[in-house]
T-cell receptor
Framework: DAGVIQSPRHEVTEMGQEVTLRCKPI?????LFWYRQTMMRGLELLIY????????DSGMPEDRFSAKMPNASFSTLKIQPSEPRDSAVYFC???????????FGPGTRLTVL | GENVEQHPSTLSVQEGDSAVIKCTYS??????FPWYKQELGKRPQLIID?????GEKKDQRIAVTLNKTAKHFSLHITETQPEDSAVYFC???????????FGKGTHLIIQP
């Protein structure tokens, strides 16, 4: 089991640029979650999908953020345009319908200059 | 929405002693309560979880207790070891498929 895979692991970009973060959930898991972690706000849920359908996006900060899940094995989180306050570690997690336990990917550390 | 309070923010214990971390939540409909351990620069790792139909669950040196009436749950670590040093997060969800609301974390320091 490869676990949840995220790319890139590190991203440094300049304010105003578009950023795309990628996630591959654990095979067989039907729920996928995007979280953000900062010192100030801790770990917070941004959006989650069940069976590729967005269920709750109330945690998405603003319209600059968007997420998609075109199929069961791939999801993207896009920030356009990026701002310095978006700097954080972005985690993707997945869970199976039977267990419900969420397993986290290694995260993407985003720095917006 | 759900509000999760976690205490203490920092906990220092002597190696071999026990550590207890407590969390309270606001939504009485919540029914899933996992605990995560996060080492510096690493991902959160699930260490134990409990569902609302169970009052206590134990896995070797780690145990979680749940009081649904009072809306609080606790993590107990016995015989602490240096490798237990990390940040521990409690979390709450309405069910296995829901997103988690996390506490602010407890930095556990094990003194040799």
């Amino acid at each position: 089991d490869a676990g949840v895979i995220q790319s890139p692991r590190h991203e440094v970009t300049e304010m105003g640029q578009e950023v795309t973060l990628r996630c591959k959930p654990i095979s067989g898991h039907n729920s996928l979650f995007w979280y953000r972690q900062t010192m100030m706000r801790g770990l917070e849920l941004l959006i989650y999908f069940n069976n590729n359908v967005p269920i709750d996006d109330s945690g998405m900060p603003e319209d600059r953020f968007s997420a998609k899940m075109p199929n069961a094995s791939f999801s993207t989180l896009k920030i356009q345009p990026s701002e310095p306050r978006d700097s954080a570690v972005y985690f993707c997690a997945s869970s199976s319908p039977r267990q419900g336990k969420q397993f986290f990917g290694p995260g993407t550390r985003l720095t917006v200059l | 929405g759900e509000n999760v309070e976690q205490h203490p923010s920092t906990l220092s214990v002597q190696e071999g002693d026990s550590a207890v971390i407590k969390c309270t939540y606001s939504d009485s409909a919540s029914n899933y309560f996992p605990w995560y351990k996060q080492e510096l620069g690493k991902r959160p790792q699930l260490i134990i979880d409990i569902r609302s139909n169970v009052g206590e669950k134990k896995d070797q040196r780690i145990a979680v207790t749940l009081n649904k009436t009072a809306k609080h749950f606790s993590l107990h670590i016995t015989e602490t070891q240096p490798e237990d040093s990390a940040v521990y997060f409690c979390a709450v969800a309405g069910g296995g498929a829901d997103g988690l609301t996390f506490g602010k974390g407890t930095h556990l320091i094990i003194q040799p």
